[in-house]
């Protein structure tokens, strides 16, 4: 009989000694906690290893299907349409992107699906204070209690409906956070109407000072204000913004607002990363286990089947798909040949099944290393050679995938943006 005491308690050992290898900083995601660990142990002591199996792909389930819903509003004019198309990675003209017009185009919340993540949903609120909605009424109407959190833009002041609104969400316990749209036109403006020449960073400290003066006045202290331009989203307060959603919410929303992100920078991938590499081990530990349980024709074929799965996800991750890469040739205006040129890893050029019996059976380095910690701990793995093998090739298999996936996707978004001299 496995000793199962001892094993929860050197494998709770093994996650930190995980943990600290893998250098993962001060995010608030773990491979496995307390609670689902002591779940665990139930599930293994009421139903074996087929248990384990369900309890872990319930937990791998929950993660990946966690739903984020983001309100985004202000005044007619403010681009609440266009902001919300920059966050989903769409232009304005773009099938399923959201109607851009000089007048106010919403009048009831309109809902849009993220193209890669059917569980982020953006949504257009009406404008505050048209003749549609009143501002004492607007909670009600958009049905406030479906979203996670709000955010308000505006593109000069932040006026009285702005104060008002944010004064009403914080009561009812909702964030709010306050962006500042079409900061690249005042800065374009300011600039020019100067003789001599002006700081960009001056000027939009001017600009963030007068709107948190401005909020102060209101009895509105200590409010986040961000300055984006949804034309260029990646620019001006965009990391600041990233790094607050980062902070503030809650794990798995986190996680779901993090992959939804367009990769704009170096930062938002290695991110990417290592989110994604904090999952390996519940995958592992499925593969494993799968190809422990002695039930005819599920093993093998299924690991690898879930395996095909995943490397795919990971290939839309990193936006090195079909589809990504074209949207991401049109932005940049390089053809989508000249952006597949810079891609090193097969499995940013095609995955099948060959590629991924091939990579299982050369699964070598860092992710091998840190298999071994687990596997040599887990009484599981000791009593089924199979079982142990298929969790270390597909930790260090996956392990290396996303490295090699994170490296082309860098490459790609170099390539893209830079100027031929």
Not at 97 to 120: D, F, L, M
Not at 205 to 226: A, S
């Amino acid at each position: 009989k496995l000793d199962f005491t001892q094993l929860l308690q050197n494998l709770k050992e093994d996650v930190r000694t995980c943990e600290r290898s893998r250098q993962f900083s001060n995010q608030d995601y773990d491979i496995i906690d307390e609670k689902e660990i002591e779940e665990i142990r139930t599930a293994y002591e009421s139903g074996g290893v087929p248990a384990v199996v369900t309890r872990i792909q319930h937990s791998l389930d929950i993660i990946l299907n966690t739903k984020l819903d983001i309100a985004i509003t202000g005044e007619s004019g403010a681009g609440k349409s266009s902001f919300v198309n920059a966050l989903l990675g769409l232009q304005d003209d773009e099938p399923g992107a959201a109607e851009v017009g000089v007048v106010e185009c919403t009048r009831a919340p309109q809902e849009y699906i993220h193209p890669k993540y059917s569980n982020v949903k953006i949504w257009d609120l009406p404008g505050i204070g048209t003749l549609m909605f009143k501002a004492d009424e607007y909670l009600e109407l958009v049905h406030f209690h479906n979203y996670d959190f709000f955010i308000l833009l505006a593109s000069e002041r932040f006026k009285e409906n702005h104060i008002k609104l944010a004064k009403d969400i914080s009561k009812q316990g909702k964030s709010f956070y306050f962006v500042r749209t079409k900061v690249d036109n005042d800065v374009h403006s300011m600039k020019r109407s100067r003789k001599q020449a002006v700081d960009e960073e001056t000027i939009l400290e001017t600009i963030r000072k007068n709107c948190q003066e401005n909020l102060v006045k209101e009895g509105l202290e200590n409010v986040k204000v961000f300055l984006l331009s949804s034309h260029d989203l990646e620019k001006y307060d965009f990391q600041r913004f990233q790094e607050t959603m980062e902070q503030e919410l809650p794990g798995h929303k986190k996680r779901a607002f993090l992959l939804s992100l367009p990769n704009l920078s170096e930062s938002i991938i290695q991110k990417k990363k290592l989110l994604l590499g904090q999952e390996i081990f519940k995958i592992a530990m499925i593969s494993s286990l799968v190809a422990a349980v002695p039930i005819p024709g599920i093993a093998f074929v299924c690991d690898i089947s879930m395996l095909l799965a995943r490397l795919s996800t990971y290939r839309k991750d990193f936006d090195l798909d079909e589809e990504s890469l074209t949207r991401l040739a049109e932005k940049s205006g390089k053809s989508v040949e000249v952006l597949k040129s810079v891609i090193q890893s097969p499995l940013g050029k095609a995955i099948n099944q060959d590629l991924v019996v091939h990579m299982l059976s050369k699964a070598t380095g860092t992710g091998l290393v840190v298999a071994n910690l687990f596997f040599h701990r887990i009484p599981i793995f000791g009593s089924v050679a199979a079982g142990g093998i298929a969790f270390r090739a597909t930790y260090a298999m996956l392990t290396q995938a996303l490295e090699d996936l994170a490296s082309d996707s860098q490459r790609v978004l170099v390539k893209a943006f830079e100027t031929e001299i």
